[in-house]
């Protein structure tokens, strides 16, 4: 059981560890509606910009005690299995979109190795994600 640290709703979920990194990703379903943010359909090229959105906190020193929303800009160093990037990924930041110039998600930001080598999740492995969470929903 969780609560919601904006209202203190109560709520429960499971989860499942992945034994691929690449798939370390959870779904969660909203009760309301949202507009999620467009997938792209191919994998970003090295050298395309793009930008890290997320709510760093944790041990990161800032000048709230709240969590603020941080944009990170950097660009894509190669793709393989993961999408590897020079922004900046803190901790917080996990979880949070790689967006292109387009504003298109390329990838989930993940971990980093060092401050300027981080890595991404590839969208197609949300694709699938959201496909299969698609087809076991009744």
Do not use: Y
């Not at 793009?50 to 041990?59: D, H, I, K, Y």
């Not at 190669?78 to 979880?95: F, H, P, Y």
Request: charged share 20%; hydrophobic share 40%; glycine share 10%.
């Amino acid at each position: 059981t969780c609560s919601d640290p904006f209202n203190g709703t109560r709520f429960q979920f499971r989860w499942r560890k992945h034994l691929q990194d690449n798939s370390d990703l959870a779904l969660l379903r909203a009760a309301d509606a949202w507009t999620a943010l467009p997938l792209a359909d191919e994998d970003p090229p090295a050298g395309d910009p793009v930008m890290v959105l997320g709510f760093p906190s944790a041990l990161t020193p800032l000048e709230t005690t709240e969590a603020e929303p941080i944009a990170r800009k950097g660009e894509v160093l190669r793709t393989q299995e993961t999408v590897l990037i020079d922004a900046v990924v803190l901790g917080g930041n996990s979880g949070g979109p790689l967006i292109d110039a387009n504003g298109l998600v390329v990838g989930v930001a993940t971990r980093g190795i060092s401050g300027l080598l981080n890595m991404g999740i590839k969208t197609q492995h949300v694709r699938e994600l959201l496909d299969h969470a698609k087809r076991a929903t009744p």
